[in-house]
Structures are given as C-alpha cells and as structure tokens.
C-alpha cells in the first residue's frame, strides 16, 4: 500500500514483540486489509490500551562560541528543550482463523492538550468497543467515528482522565471515609462551618 | 394486590412504571436491572428499553467497583501488585497470578523451572473446574433453583479451595506465583492430598452432569437462547468458553502452548448451536479435560527446585521494552502488557480482561429475548466485575 505510511518500531526488550506504527490518516485503511487479507487475517483485536507520553524536558550540553570580556571564546551552555508529548494507542492484533500473532500496532496522537483525536477501529474490530471507550476515559484520546464515545469507566460527569502521568486528583476526593490529618484538613476546605463542630473532624 | 380506595395517590400508582415516549414507537419501559441486582454477582447495571417484556435495548453501565488498578500498579514495583493480581478474578486469583507472572517473565526473558510449570499447570486446572463448577452453580441458580446445584458445586469447590490454602496460606487470595517459579515448593503430603481430591472430581462431574444436563428445565430455558454467531464472536473479541461455545476451535493453551501444555493431550470441546446451553455444555465438558490434565500432572511432576537460584524477584529492573502475555485463564484470554522504561515500576500496566471484553457482545445476545432470559444471558457469559472495573 504505496504512501500509507505504515513504519516499524522494534522493542528493545527480550520478548521480541516488535509493532507497527501507522499514520492515523490511513489507519482504517490499514486495519482492513489486516482483518481481510487471506495470508494475514488478523481476525481478533484482542486488547486495546493507550499510553501516555508526556513532555519531556530534555538538558543538553552546546558548544556555543561567545565574546567573553571582547574575547571570542567557545563556552559550553545548557540549554533546555521540551520534546512535545502525546498519547499513543496500542492494539494487539492475533489470527483466530491462522493462529498466529501479535501483530502490535500503535497511533500517536499530535499532542496532548487539544489534537487528540484518532480514529476509531471499532467498525472493524467490535472488540475495540468498550476498550476504545476506557481509553477515551483513561486517557482522553477522542476517537473519531466511535458508535457511542461515552465514558466506561468513571462517572459521565467527571472532567479529568485519571491515567494520565501529570493527574492530580481532586482535592475533596473522597477515599477515605474516616478521615482524619492531612485528609481531614483538606476536607475542611469543602465543608460548611456548623455550629459546635469543628471543620474537618 | 387490591388498594383500598382511601389511599393515598402515589400508593394507588405504587406498580405504575416510568414510561418514556420514544416518539411514536409505542411505549417503552425503561429498567435499570442493578446495580444491586442478586443476578450481577457484584454491581453492575443493565439499562434495559422493553417493550411488553421483550428487549428493545440493552447498554451496560459499568465502574461501580473501578479503582484503577492499573494506576495503582504503576506506582509500586513490580512484584508488588502481584497480590493485588488475586483481586481481579477474585475466583480464579491462582489464574491471573500466573498470567502476571507469565507476562514479567516475557519482559525480562526468564525461565521457569520445570517443577514449578507442572506445579502451576496443576493449580491452573484446578482453577478451571472450580471456577466451571461454580459458574454452572450459579446459572442454574439464576433460573431459579436456588442454592441446591450450586452447593453441589460449592462442595466441590471447598475441596480445592482447601487444598490452595493448604499449599498457599489462603482460600482465595492465593499470591502464589513469582517471576521465574512459585513462592513455595508442595510437600508431598500436599501432592497425596491433591491426587486423592482429584480421583474424587470424575465422580463428581458425572453426578453434576446426569442432575443437570438432561433436566428438562434447564433445556427449555436454555436452549436456543442467546445466540452467539461465530463471526460476530470473533470480531468482539470474545474469548473462553464462550467463544468455544460458538464452534470456534482457539484455546491459547494450544495455540500458544504456554507453560508446558504441549505435553499433555487433551481435547478442545466446541459448540455447535451457539446458545446458553452449549456454553453450560462446554464448561461441563472442559472440567473433564481439566481433570485429565491434573492427573497427567500430578502422575509427571518431577522433582527439583520451584524457583530459579538466579532469578531475581524484588527490586530488579527490567531493560526497556515491552511485552504482551496472556494465557488462557477459565474466562477467556486474561492478558497482561508491561512497558518497562528500565525503572523498577513498570511504565505501563495494563490487564486485558475477558470479563469485560466479553460482555461486548452482551446487548447483541439479548436483543429480541424475553427479560427474564436477560439473567440467563448474563449468566452464561461468566464475569467477576473484580476484573470488568479493575
């Protein structure tokens, strides 16, 4: 498939499962000449599950040529840089009708914040469903073209998405049902004075 | 129920339902079957659209129990979620112990000692008839036979339970397995008392067999309910007893041949009508199965060390990369990925959970049924909602 920008990421590690990494543009294109193809038939999309990447801060050490004191000199100078993050998509592809596999594939997304769309593998693998979904709410990928892109796990009304590295949980979380200390203190900050009753206890 | 006429006005309408216009439909009755349903085996919720009693549509609400287990994994080493692995299946931990271990060992290339792999094909059998005998107790329970099939199916199951707290300390929170072996070796005083448990199980998969099989009940309950075409199986991702059920030949023991099932012959039994019965029928007969796999085992177990010397279990740190390991847990494919960015917590954490993954074709079986098949329905999937929420 000419230009379908298909590229292949090796897996440092001992188990050997390498993947492929596809252009979100041409993925469904892709998926189906895997699922229908008669050598591949890659008939069952087992699992589903996303990873998130964040920014990265990366110091390096450049040479840099500067006058010092009307001197040119060469100085070396930190200099910071962010690789931009993203959230990636992982599918785990097997053969029910030749058994064989994993064939591993994996879409990026362009960031993290507001291009987090990807499209949907559902109409090819149902399985990809409710896994879909989990991501969508894990994670926060947007899945283009899914059926019914609801949250699967977490209440509809919640904002965040909690598997992601940089999640800071909401304050007037409620986890502990005896609270008491630190979670005592910042529960006050949630609750009306009454009368008699000290905040927080 | 007659209401006397004096009552009150929200008494008189107390059986009248909430109907919602579907806009020129008919009416339809919408129930929320759960969370708390006796059915549902933990909490999970149906919302159901009726219409007169049949279903019109079916959407599963789930994360009732969700604690993200993942989340948590990911910020612990890795040896330290292996006892929370028991909480998924809460069933089966023996099970999703081995899958955990199986998947680590795959990350770091280790091997396992051949003590050790008899020792789990042994645990993970028994797993399975327990675990088979207890999901059967518990469909015949959910048609109203309550309590007798499924104490005969708890007795049972007692024994093998007694047998992995004799081995591992506790009934059901087994935390047994360890990357590159097992946490202890089985005396064999231990390995009498399981061979003696396991000459017992035939019989009692005979006498489970001539209860229920033939009851004229169960089969015009069952049969012909829920169908499950093979196609639409594959393509969710069904796996497990159900998928087999469907007349689909794929059980990763074979296909993967994990472990050391490549030494035992045993038999993969299929479906051939694709509904409730066949997947009561394939449970049935993948417990004989079972048993003859223990037997082989329990009769070839060699002697020798359950852990590798070498082997490291606490605070290593696996060399960047990923990988993917699954076996065939009595639910379908339980699977763990790990992506190990060379820290000692892994990066990535995830369980591929056929409880779950199963239940994707739930609505899809159900559509057209009766609501009181609904149950049956439900229950021949066979989920832990430990494992669909994590």
């Given amino acids: ?201 | 129920m007659t209401i006397p006429a004096h009552a009150p006005e929200q008494l008189k309408n107390w059986n009248r339902p909430r109907i919602i216009e579907p806009g020129g439909d008919g009416d339809l009755l919408e129930v929320a079957m759960g969370p708390h349903h006796p059915s549902t085996h933990g909490v999970f919720r149906m919302d159901v659209a009726l219409d007169g009693e049949r279903v019109i549509r079916l959407k599963p609400v789930f994360g009732y129990l969700h604690r993200n287990h993942e989340k948590i994994a990911e910020s612990v080493s890795y040896l330290a979620s292996m006892p929370y692995t028991d909480r998924l299946d809460y069933i089966c931990s023996l099970t999703n112990n081995w899958a955990y271990a199986l998947a680590v060992e795959k990350l770091t290339s280790q091997e396992v000692p051949e003590r050790a792999e008899y020792l789990r094909v042994i645990l993970g059998e028994l797993t399975r008839i327990q675990n088979h005998a207890s999901s059967i107790g518990f469909l015949i329970q959910e048609m109203g036979a309550s309590g007798t099939p499924l104490m005969y199916a708890f007795r049972e199951r007692e024994k093998i339970l007694d047998l992995f707290e004799a081995l591992t300390g506790s009934r059901m929170m087994c935390n047994y397995m360890r990357f590159g072996g097992c946490r202890v070796d089985a005396s064999a005083a231990w390995l009498d008392a399981a061979r003696k448990v396991v000459a017992g199980l035939p019989g009692f998969v005979d006498e489970f067999d001539q209860l229920l099989s033939s009851n004229e009940i169960l089969m015009a309950r069952t049969q012909g309910v829920g169908i499950l075409r093979p196609e639409l199986a594959v393509n969710a991702g069904v796996t497990g007893p159900m998928l087999r059920a469907s007349g689909i030949n794929y059980d990763i023991r074979k296909v993967d041949s994990y472990g050391i099932y490549n030494r035992f012959p045993f038999r993969v039994p299929l479906g051939d009508h694709w509904d409730v019965y066949d997947r009561f029928m394939i449970r049935m007969l993948e417990m004989r199965e079972s048993i003859k796999i223990v037997e082989q085992a329990l009769k070839d177990i060699p002697a020798g060390p359950v852990m590798d010397p070498k082997a490291k279990i606490r605070g290593f740190r696996p060399k960047a990369g990923e990988a993917y390991g699954r076996i065939e847990a009595p639910k379908g494919e339980l699977g763990f990925y790990l992506i190990s960015d060379g820290g000692p917590n892994p990066y990535r954490y995830r369980v591929r959970p056929p409880s779950l993954i199963n239940l994707t074709v739930l609505e899809d079986m159900c559509l057209g049924s009766d609501i009181a098949d609904v149950v049956l329905i439900f229950g021949s999937v066979d989920i832990v909602l430990g494992e669909v929420d994590r």
């Fill in chain 1, 1 to 201: 498939m000419p230009g379908a920008g298909v590229g292949i990421v090796s897996n440092p590690g001992p188990s050997g499962q390498h993947s492929l990494r596809l252009n979100p543009s041409h993925a469904a294109a892709v998926a189906k000449f895997l699922r229908d193809d008669a050598e591949l038939a890659l008939d069952f999309l087992s699992n589903v599950t996303g990873v998130d990447w964040p920014d990265k801060e990366i110091a390096e050490k450049v040479k840099v040529s500067k006058a010092v004191d009307g001197v040119e000199q060469t100085v070396e100078e930190t200099r910071k840089r962010v690789e931009p993050g993203c959230l990636e998509v992982v599918y785990h592809l097997f053969s029910v009708a030749r058994k064989h596999g994993p064939v591993i594939l994996r879409m990026r997304t362009v960031n993290r914040t507001d291009q987090v769309e990807l499209p949907s593998l559902t109409s090819i693998w149902r399985s990809a469903e409710f896994q879909e979904r989990e991501v969508f709410d894990l994670y926060g990928v947007v899945f283009t073209g899914h059926p019914d892109l609801r949250r699967l796990l977490m209440w509809d009304e919640f904002t965040d998405h909690p598997m992601r590295r940089d999640y800071v949980e909401p304050d007037d979380f409620e986890y502990e049902p005896t609270a008491h200390d630190a979670v005592a203190a910042r529960a006050a900050a949630h609750q009306e004075p009454r009368e008699g009753k000290v905040a927080g206890q």
